[in-house]
């Protein structure tokens, strides 16, 4: 494995990570949406649907975000390595080029 190796299996790391935390908001966002508020008063019923209802859209938009965010990183490691991959070829292929004189 080349030096770009450690910056690609970096870049999955992260990517990981970021896949991790949209599953996390996800879940928040669940939880929120199916937040009991039948224990309150019910004159405050109203404002905590209304506000568990914006905190659930709020964690499900940022899931969106960070699931964006791990499928680049995912992406840019792909491409990384595959160029990796090829330049070591293409290295690897210089010495059949030099011919009997070497």
């Keep these: 494995m080349s ?7 970096a870049l999955r790391a ?7 935390l949209g599953e996390l ?5 669940r939880d929120f949406g199916s937040a009991p508020t ?10 905590a649907r209304a506000f568990l209802s914006a905190w ?3 964690a499900g938009e940022s899931a969106a975000i960070v699931e964006g965010f791990s499928t680049a990183l995912e992406e840019v490691a792909a491409r990384t390595a595959a160029t990796d991959s090829n330049t ?13 004189a070497r």
């Design 3 to 9: 030096h770009m190796g450690l910056e690609y299996n």
């Design 14 to 20: 992260g990517s990981e990570r970021w896949s991790s």
């Design 25 to 29: 908001l996800e879940e928040t966002a």
């Design 38 to 47: 039948t224990g309150l008063a019910p004159e405050v019923q109203g404002a």
């Design 56 to 58: 659930e859209g709020y």
């Design 88 to 100: 070591q070829g293409e290295m690897d292929a210089l010495d059949s080029r030099l011919g009997p």
